[in-house]
C-alpha cells in the first residue's frame, strides 16, 4: 500500500501494545496525511515516457549548424562546411581577410638581407619596419625596374604623438636624439647604393624645434657623400612653424612630402589631436612658398570611412596648396589594438582616383591598394620625369633659364642631375597649370 502515515507527537504516545490497530486506524483517520495513493504509479509513467523522448530529440536533434543557419531543418556536416567557409569568402569589415589584391609576398633577398645587416649594426630604423610595410621586400630588393628605394626614420622609433592607425611606438619622453644619426645615415645610404631615398621620423614634440634641425643636417651629410641620390623628405608638420619648416626646405631635397592622412571630416578619429587639416594644408603651402621648384608631396588612406565628395575635395585642397604628387592607399589595421578597416577599396575605385588626379593637374598620381606615401618612391618618381622629360624640354629652355636649359641638353651631363632639373621645371609649370586644371574639372 502506498499510503504513507505521518504522526504528530501526541498521536505517537497514545499507542500502546494492547491498542495498536485501534491507534493505528485512528491515526489514519484523524491525525495522518495522505501524500500518495495507489494511483501515483500509474500517472508516472507518461512522465517518465516524455522525459525519454526528450532526451531522443536531443540526442538526434538539433546541432551547432542549426543555430548558425536559423532554419528549422537541420543541416548535415558537409551543408555546415560549406556556409562556414562562404562566411570566410565574406568581406566583412574590420574582421575579414585581406582581398587576394592585397597579398604579398616575405621579403627576401640579398639586398634586403643587407639593408637589414646594415641598419642593426649602425642602430638605424626604418618606417618599413616599423610601420609594418607590406611594400618592403620590393622596395628593398628594386622591383621590376630595378630602381631600389628605402624609408629611413630618423630621430629615434618612439613616437610623441599617438595616431590611430600607425603601429609606431609611443611615449611623452622619448629618448634623446643620437647626435651621430646624421653621419650613420649618411653612411649606410652611400654603401647601399640606392638610387631613390625618402628620409621620413616620428613627432617630436618634446624637443625646442621638434627637430628640424637634426632633420635637415642629415639631408646635408647624405648629399655631401651620395651627391647623385634622390632625396625625399618626409616630415612632421613641426606644430605649422614656418622657421621651422624652411631650414629643411631649404636642405638640398629634392621633394618635400608631408602627409594629409585622411579627409578633413575625419582628421580627429585618425589622427593625434595635435595633428590637423588646416595645419598640414598650411606646411605644404609654406613649402611652395619657401622654394617654388621644389616639388611637393602628400599621401590620402582610403577605407577609413571617407565618403567619395570627401576624397575629391581633399585632392583640390592639395592641388590648390600647391602640391604637385599625390598618393593613395589602401589603409591597413597593423594590429587589433588599432582602428578597424571601414573598406577594402577596390583596385577599380583606385583607378578612378587616379584618373581624377590627373585631370586636377598633379604632376604625378600614384593610386592603389598597396600604394603608400614611400610605395616605389624612386620608380614613381623617376619613370614619371623620363616619360615627361621629352615634353619639358623645350619649355625648360626659356622657363627655367639658360643653366638648366644647358644641363637639359648636354648629352654628358649626369643623368641624375637631369633628372633633377627636370623635376624642377615640371613643378613650375604645372604649378601654372593648376588653376585651369582645377576649374576645369
Keep these: 500500500m502506498s499510503t504513507v502515515l505521518r504522526y504528530t507527537a501526541a498521536s505517537a504516545c497514545t499507542i500502546g501494545p494492547r491498542s495498536s490497530l485501534k491507534a493505528a486506524t485512528t491515526a489514519r483517520r484523524f491525525l495522518a496525511t495522505e501524500i500518495g495513493t495507489k494511483d501515483d504509479a500509474t500517472d508516472a509513467k507518461p512522465t517518465r515516457r516524455v ?22 531543418e537541420p543541416l548535415t556536416p558537409a551543408e555546415v562546411m560549406e556556409r562556414a567557409a562562404e562566411q570566410i569568402q565574406q568581406r566583412i569589415p574590420g574582421n575579414s581577410r585581406l582581398p587576394r589584391w592585397l597579398k604579398t609576398d616575405i621579403p627576401t633577398g640579398a639586398n634586403v638581407s643587407n639593408i637589414r645587416r646594415t641598419l642593426r649594426d649602425l642602430k638605424l630604423h626604418t618606417v618599413c619596419e616599423e610601420a609594418r610595410c607590406p611594400n618592403m621586400g620590393e622596395c628593398w630588393g628594386g622591383g621590376k625596374h630595378g630602381t631600389a628605394t628605402a624609408t629611413i ?25 643620437d647626435v651621430n644619426e646624421p653621419q650613420n645615415v649618411a653612411t ?24 628640424s634641425n637634426h632633420f635637415a643636417t642629415t639631408v646635408q651629410q647624405i648629399r655631401a657623400r651620395a651627391p647623385q641620390m634622390m632625396i625625399e ?26 602627409n594629409i592622412e585622411t579627409v578633413e571630416n575625419l582628421q580627429r578619429v585618425v589622427r593625434d589631436y595635435r595633428a ?14 619657401t622654394k617654388p621648384t621644389l616639388l611637393t608631396k602628400s599621401s590620402i588612406m582610403l577605407g577609413v570611412g571617407e565618403t567619395d565628395e570627401e576624397v575629391m575635395q581633399t585632392m583640390r585642397d592639395l592641388r590648390s ?23 577594402y577599396v577596390t583596385p577599380e575605385k583606385f583607378k ?23 610605395y616605389k618612391a624612386g620608380e614613381f618618381f623617376i619613370s614619371e620625369i623620363l616619360r615627361k622629360r621629352n615634353a619639358v624640354a623645350a619649355a625648360a629652355s626659356s622657363r627655367v633659364g639658360d643653366v638648366s636649359a644647358t644641363k637639359l641638353g648636354d648629352k654628358n651631363a649626369d643623368a641624375v ?18 588653376a585651369a586644371g582645377i576649374a576645369n574639372y
Design 153 to 177: 626614420m630618423i630621430m629615434g622609433d618612439t613616437c610623441t604623438r599617438g595616431c590611430r592607425f600607425c603601429s609606431v611606438k609611443t611615449s611623452k619622453t622619448p629618448s634623446p636624439l
Design 417 to 434: 642631375s637631369n633628372m633633377r632639373d627636370i623635376a624642377a621645371a615640371i613643378a613650375t609649370e604645372e604649378q601654372k597649370k593648376s
Design 188 to 211: 649606410a645610404l652611400a654603401a647601399w647604393g640606392l638610387d631613390y631615398i625618402v628620409l621620413t621620423s616620428v613627432d617630436r614634440d618634446d624637443l625646442p624645434d621638434f627637430g
Design 321 to 343: 596648396a600647391g602640391v604637385d604628387i599625390v598618393t593613395l592607399g589602401q589603409y591597413m589595421r597593423p594590429t587589433k589594438r588599432h582602428m578597424k578597416v571601414h573598406e
Design 51 to 72: 522525459r525519454k523522448e526528450f532526451a531522443e530529440k536531443m540526442k538526434n536533434g538539433p546541432g551547432f549548424g542549426d543555430f548558425v543557419s536559423g532554419t528549422n
Design 276 to 289: 590637423n587639416y588646416k595645419q598640414s594644408m598650411l606646411v605644404l603651402e609654406h613649402v611652395k612658398r
Design 233 to 258: 623628405c618626409l616630415t612632421p608638420d613641426f606644430q605649422g612653424r614656418p622657421e621651422l619648416i624652411e631650414p629643411v626646405a631649404l636642405s638640398g631635397l629634392d621633394v618635400y612630402a608631408h
Design 352 to 374: 578612378h582616383w587616379e584618373q581624377v588626379g590627373n585631370e586636377l593637374g598633379f604632376v604625378y598620381t600614384a593610386s592603389g591598394p598597396l600604394v603608400r606615401s614611400s
